[in-house]
Every structure is written in structure tokens, then in C-alpha cells.
């Protein structure tokens, strides 16, 4: 992966298939992914390419925010602050949890200032983790650029009513020359609310991506 925080995230995920086509002699494999799970599934499977393991063979992600940059600005917009307020009140708290853990790794710096992502990615998430800047750190962790290597069956889906994504995260024209690549853009859906009413209790998303 492109910055040291997907790459990181990119190996942890290589690790955990590794580790369960080990153990478990698996002779096939697929991956699902949500939200930044899911920009971190495709991501590494576009940089894989054709050299990903043969038993991965295929995958599914929802309510991606496959360009992060425009997400994060997105998210900063006025019609999405109580999103924005909750977000960086979770974050916030992760913030002073990690800094008891680790103060040598954690910048100090006026948190309670921090207003949207890019004051924060721009305070912790690329000093942490090793990027110049906010800008930096989503244009290398962003998965939207590996899109076209993706050589496996792969389906994204993100709904059209997700107050999440912009425009950019719906990318039709990958899909439309990547073979295997599949985009579905639901009406509704928002953001990782797939839900269904029946009886069975099953969301549509586990019933779509099976």
C-alpha cells in the first residue's frame, strides 16, 4: 500500500489471510469489507493485481470511501456536523487513550480545536503514522487509484443516499473498464444501513454479498 498507515493496514490484512489459508487449508477464500475496511480490501487487492493468492478469488465491499479526500471534505460541509461532531468526539477519545499509551508517539496539540479531518489528519493521523500532511496521507491511502488492478470478481457497493460519500467515491468509469470490477449504486442504503425487514432477522447486505 502507498502511505505507512495502509501499508500497514494492508500487511495486517495479508497477515490474517495467511494465517487463515494456513491453519484452516481453505481452497477458497472471499473478502468483505465496510467503509474504511472496505477502501482498505480494495486498495490491497488493486495493488496485488494478478499476483494475489489464487484461493482469494472474490470479494465485496459497501459504503467505501474510496477517495478520501474528497470524503473528508465532504464530511466537513455544514449539513454534515453532527456526523463531524460525533466522529471527532470518538476520535478524540482514541487520541488520549493512545497518548497514555504511547506519549512519545502522540503529538501534543490543542484537540479540543480540532474541527474537521483535515485539522485532525493534518495534528495526528499523518504525523503517527508517517505522511507529510492531511493531503499526503489520503491521496497515498485513498483506494481509489488501485481500482484498475483489481483481478478478481469484486463487487462495490455504496448507496446513492450515503451521506458519507461525494461523487468521486461512485466510480463508475473504473468499473465500466475494469472487467472485474462490479459497481452497484443502490437508492437507499445510506451508510452501512442495508438493513431488510423479514423474519429471518438477515440485513440485504449479507444476502447481496453471498
Not at 97 to 117: H, M, T, Y
Not at 154 to 165: E, G, H, I, Y
Request: with cysteine.
Amino acid at each position: 500500500a502507498g502511505g505507512k498507515a495502509e501499508r500497514a493496514a494492508g500487511d495486517d490484512l495479508e497477515t490474517v489471510i495467511d494465517h487463515v489459508l494456513k491453519k484452516y487449508r481453505y481452497r477458497s477464500l472471499a473478502l468483505i469489507g465496510f467503509s474504511l475496511g472496505g477502501n482498505i480490501t480494495l486498495k490491497y487487492l488493486g495493488e496485488k493485481g494478478a499476483g494475489i493468492d489464487p484461493r482469494v478469488q472474490r470479494a465485496v465491499a459497501f459504503s467505501v470511501p474510496c477517495d478520501l479526500k474528497s470524503t473528508a471534505l465532504h464530511l466537513g460541509k455544514l449539513s454534515n456536523k453532527l456526523y463531524m461532531t460525533l466522529f471527532l468526539a470518538s476520535l478524540s477519545s482514541k487520541i488520549r487513550a493512545k497518548r497514555k499509551i504511547l506519549p512519545e508517539q502522540v503529538p501534543r496539540g490543542n484537540l479540543w480545536r480540532v474541527s474537521n479531518f483535515r485539522e485532525f489528519d493534518d495534528l495526528y493521523t499523518a504525523p503517527i503514522n508517517g505522511f507529510k500532511n492531511a493531503e499526503d496521507y489520503w491521496k497515498q491511502s485513498s483506494s481509489v487509484a488501485a481500482l484498475s488492478g483489481i483481478r478478481i470478481p469484486t463487487l462495490l457497493v455504496n448507496a446513492k443516499d450515503d451521506p458519507f460519500l461525494p461523487e468521486p467515491c461512485y466510480p463508475r468509469e473504473k468499473a465500466r473498464k475494469n472487467a472485474d470490477l462490479f459497481l452497484e449504486i443502490p437508492q437507499s442504503g445510506g451508510h452501512v444501513g442495508f438493513i431488510a425487514f423479514n423474519r429471518s432477522g438477515e440485513y440485504w447486505s449479507e444476502k447481496r454479498a453471498a
